[in-house]
């Protein structure tokens, strides 16, 4: 009888300590990782983007999300601003979740009240010129944002110009 009760008593305690280190909810799988750019390609376009920039005298930060919103790089140039990382970060998100570069955004609120309403109510949406949607043929794979160059047009001009050098390359 008392190897039945240890038995017991050590069952007991196992399921505890499994339930502990689940929450007690149920094991699954992880998702699926979300599409986006390898990180090596990444970091290669926000070098693109920002030595792009520079060579027309701007300090930009570079942001690249995947497919779900996740960073996958946030490089700031040399002499960059806080203001234009947090813009880049914005910029990508925006081109992300709206599937379309931020400046068609920008023109698209200036006569539907309805697009303009939602940019307006999420203080993380930025549309100003200079997020890019990134795409496989016709799949969004994430989005690359440049900010802090004086003028958007400046920031988007870099951001295509990092997509031109590794569009190849994006899977």
Known sequence: MPHKQTLTTLTLFLTSLADAQTGGAPTQAPPPPARGPAVDVAI???????????AKG??????????????????????????????STNKAVTALT??????????????????????????NFAPRAGGVPLKVGDELIG?????????????????????????????
């Not at 958007?152 to 295509?160: K, Q, R, W």
């Open 44 to 54: 290669e376009a926000a070098r693109v983007a920002i030595d792009t920039c520079k």
């Open 98 to 123: 709206f599937k379309l570069p931020t400046s068609q955004i920008a023109e698209s609120i200036k006569t539907d009240q309805t697009l303009a309403a939602k940019v307006t109510a999420n203080p």
């Open 58 to 87: 701007f300090n930009v930060a570079v942001t690249i999300v995947d497919s779900a919103g996740v960073q996958k790089v946030l490089l700031a140039g040399d002499g960059a601003h806080a203001r234009g990382v947090q813009s």
């Open 143 to 171: 989005a690359i944002g440049v900010g802090g160059a004086r003028g958007s047009e400046n920031d988007e001009a870099c951001a295509l110009a990092a997509i031109e050098r590794v569009q190849s390359r994006l899977r």
